[in-house]
């Protein structure tokens, strides 16, 4: 009988651990997530290998913001495996235009302390359709991103890049420049 008592304490103390454990994990996943960055097109401020927490949370409360850094699901077209992750360029129903080493917002140029060089490519103006997004990559000459010809629906929004955790050399809080 005292073993009976005994396993039955035991069960119960792994049943209420683990019911602690899915009160924790199972609103922290819904909120928060880990992403490696595949690629270099976030560069200087991102490197390919980092580690980064995104906010799943944010733009269910809020709209993105120019200047957000944003994880997404590339679009179909792209065949990726991977989440991407550029800069917040271009709102719904703005005019975006790329000249002169320049980008431009309803033809004003945007001031941009973060990318790593000019873009050295033209792109006509493009009206960014309702729900969705334009978005470039801080390594501008060498990133896959809507200066190709697409943008990002909101249904393919992660979350918004809050900060780098791997490595620790690496570990910063990642820059967001409202505009």
Same mark, same amino acid.
């Given at each position: ?24 994990? *199972? $609103? =922290? ?9 595949? @690629? ?5 401020? /991102?490197? #390919? &290998? ?57 033809? *004003? $140029? =945007? ?9 050295? @490519? ?5 009206? /960014?359709? #309702? &729900? ?48």
């Amino acid at each position: 009988m005292l073993e009976y008592r005994t396993a039955l304490k035991v069960l119960r103390e792994i049943l209420i651990t683990a019911l602690i454990a899915l009160a924790i994990f *199972v $609103p =922290l996943k819904a909120t928060v997530q880990g992403y490696e960055v595949q @690629y270099s097109c976030m560069l200087p401020n /991102i490197q #390919d &290998g980092d580690w980064i927490i995104v906010d799943k949370l944010v733009y269910k409360v809020s709209e993105p913001e120019r200047g957000d850094t944003m994880v997404f699901q590339p679009p179909e077209s792209l065949n990726s495996e991977y989440p991407f992750i550029k800069r917040v360029i271009g709102l719904p129903g703005e005019t975006v235009e790329v000249k002169d080493g320049l980008v431009y917002i309803n033809g *004003v $140029p =945007l001031d941009e302390p973060y990318t790593r060089e000019a873009p050295r @490519y033209t792109t006509a103006e493009k009206v /960014i359709p #309702d &729900g969705e997004f334009y978005v470039l990559g801080d390594n501008r000459n060498s990133a896959n991103d809507s200066h190709n010809g697409w943008t990002v629906p909101e249904e393919n929004v992660i979350g918004k890049a809050r900060l780098t955790y791997w490595p620790p050399s690496r570990w910063a809080v990642i820059g967001h420049f409202s505009q």
